[in-house]
């Protein structure tokens, strides 16, 4: 962009770039900050200060790629913390931060009660500060999870976005600010829907891998073969959701590709932090969706992750760094 206003061809780099702070004011999401991000490549997004610095609706070259549940965006304001309520106000959006302190169902964990993936979202950003830098857009924040006599989670989120080309760089670096080491939990629930994901579209993951279904109904699904998890249906009235998890023993990455649409997405992650992707897909008519999700654990609560031995560990005044990459390209 500096080399374009150098020869002339732009004097304000608004005529490239946009980025827009505004407020919504009507309906469930009243009083939803979100900060409007447009490139010049035609990369479009909302991200959403009022929601940890999550990634709300994506468009590239005009063209929605990300997942919008029926519920559209929340205010921390209608969040409950109660199992049974959470899919009523789960807004979808290309990315919903799951964690820190439990992920997956609800549960009850040495007495204490964790909410359906935690408490994350619930958490408005602070600092937040959003600029055109070194030829990429940046926003990143801070973002706090605490709790009296307990834990003390700071995160530091950078979210980078290419001037041009259609790149989105999330890092998080998540400290352990207590006097006491804490166990934690984090999912990055990336979600992909219409016309993105349609029945044209078929999943890439690197072939050295270990699919592992998580219910019997996901198993039966597979039982031929493991490649059916990589093929979509049309949408189907009240179909059930299934949930694979993919291990990927030395690349990290997977792609959506929609040959019909033209245009690939390719998701990739630090696998020394996130070992885990969960592939969530829900054919169902109205909730068609599919789901990415580098995470460090295996969606099954903070008791039962426990139980099995992967609950992760950040000891006291130490740190874990994350890096996760969304890119969309023309096929």
Known sequence: MLEAMKKGYIGNAAQLVTIRRVTLNEGRARGVEVIEI????GLELDILPSTGLDIGQCRYKGINMSWMSKNGYDSPAVINPFEDEFGKSFPGGLLFTC?????GPGNRDQGEWHPLHGRYHEQSAEQVCAEVENGEIVVKGLI??????GHLFEVRRKIRISVFGAEIKIEDTICNNAARDEEYMQIYHCNFGYPLLSEKARLVLPEDRETIPRTDFAAEFIADSADRALAFNPPIPNEEERCFFQKMKKEFWAR?????????????WDGSTLPVMTEWRSMASGDYVLGLEPTNCYVMGRHEERENGTLQVIKSFESVTNKVEIKFEQA
């Open 256 to 268: 959506l590709e929609n040959p019909d649409l033209g245009v690939n997405m390719t998701i990739s």
């Open 144 to 149: 706090r999870e605490t709790a009296n006599f």
């Open 38 to 41: 447009k490139n010049a490549d």
């Open 99 to 103: 964690g820190l302190r439990s992920a």
